[in-house]
């Protein structure tokens, strides 16, 4: 049996939210990917295959921002069923590496548990998903323009995700500010050129952990 592919990856998009499960060929001609989401086009990571090294898989993740770097060798892929890929800086979960059929079998097994425990509400769930990753995106975007600093005059500024919301955290002084990150109303306050609200050292940010 002639076999074709490397591997599949399945990874959420960080832009918009959806899960994209793909391909990764073998005889394509191409010794570099990029992995890009179907539904927006957002860049989701970038593959490289090597005959010595195997596949080097390169991701930016959206929580804390790490870029991580997964090497696995052609041995490695030729036993690999299903595995889960973290940031290897937070540990967020970031998508799956393995076999197609394995990964799509995860995914409806996923998909049917949640409208099993939530028939009514599944468009609303990918709303406030899609939601909760573009306010992660303005969040980087902001930083990275430097337009997010604490009152204390400090750009050294941490996020992370609780439930629905964005906690930042800042690291000089202890101030923090809570987003909700639910609607698409609530992404209005994380338009650039609009200050975001630092609560002064009333509470420090390891109180709201």
Not at 41 to 68: A, P
Request: proline share 2%.
């Amino acid at each position: 049996m002639l076999i074709d592919t490397a591997c599949s990856l399945a990874f959420y998009c960080q832009r918009c939210g959806r899960i994209e499960l793909q391909d990764v060929p073998l005889f394509s001609g191409q010794k570099c990917f990029t992995l890009e989401c179907g539904s927006c086009g957002h860049t989701m990571g970038e593959i490289s295959l090597t005959s010595r090294q195997g596949l080097i898989l390169t991701t930016t993740c959206s929580v804390c921002g790490g870029k991580n770097h997964q090497q696995f060798t052609w041995r490695q892929l030729r036993h690999l069923r299903f595995e889960k890929l973290y940031c290897e800086h937070d540990h967020f979960e970031l998508g799956y590496i393995g076999q197609w059929q394995d990964i799509a079998e995860f995914l409806d097994f996923n998909a049917a548990e949640y409208d099993a425990l939530h028939p009514n509400d599944g468009d609303e769930y990918l709303e406030c998903q899609q939601a909760l990753l573009e306010a992660l995106n303005r969040v980087h975007e902001l930083a990275d323009s430097g337009e997010l600093s604490c009152p204390c005059g400090s750009k050294d500024i941490a996020a992370e995700v609780r439930g629905e919301e964005i906690v930042l955290g800042c690291q000089s002084c202890g101030s923090y500010c809570i987003l909700p990150a639910r609607t698409a109303e609530d992404l209005q306050s994380l338009r650039p050129g609009l200050a975001v609200d630092f609560i002064w050292k009333q509470r420090s940010f390891l109180d709201v952990r």
